[in-house]
């Protein structure tokens, strides 16, 4: 990680942790957070320090994700948190290993 860009992390879930912010805006803050250069570490940050409600299936699949780049292990303990019957569970399933045979095929 870029050493100049941890103060930035800090300060971005510290302005977005205010309370008025949580509910109505996750998706969108999970969106802008995409577009930081290290989003995956700031996306998790978001959700883990915030616990927004993750209820659209992007944001779901957008934080899956950026667990998957920290560890793979992490995003397929979150797939394993839905229902064997939730079409959400086969949707993660297929985005992390679809991410992961990408980034396989990158570093080839």
Do not use: N
Not at 58 to 75: G, I, R
Not at 83 to 99: F, I, Q, T, Y
């Amino acid at each position: 990680m870029l050493t100049w860009l941890f103060p930035f992390e800090q300060r971005a879930v510290s302005i977005l942790s205010d309370v008025r912010l949580k509910k109505p805006y996750s998706s969108q803050i999970l969106r802008a957070a995409s577009l930081a250069p290290d989003s995956s570490a700031l996306i998790r940050k978001y959700v883990q320090c915030i616990k927004p409600p993750l209820v659209q299936p992007l944001d779901m699949e957008c934080y899956c994700l950026a667990l998957a780049d920290s560890s793979l292990s992490a995003a397929w303990d979150y797939v394993k948190s839905f229902k064997e019957d939730d079409p959400m569970r086969a949707r993660l399933w297929k985005s992390v290993l679809g991410w992961s045979v990408l980034r396989t095929c990158l570093l080839q």
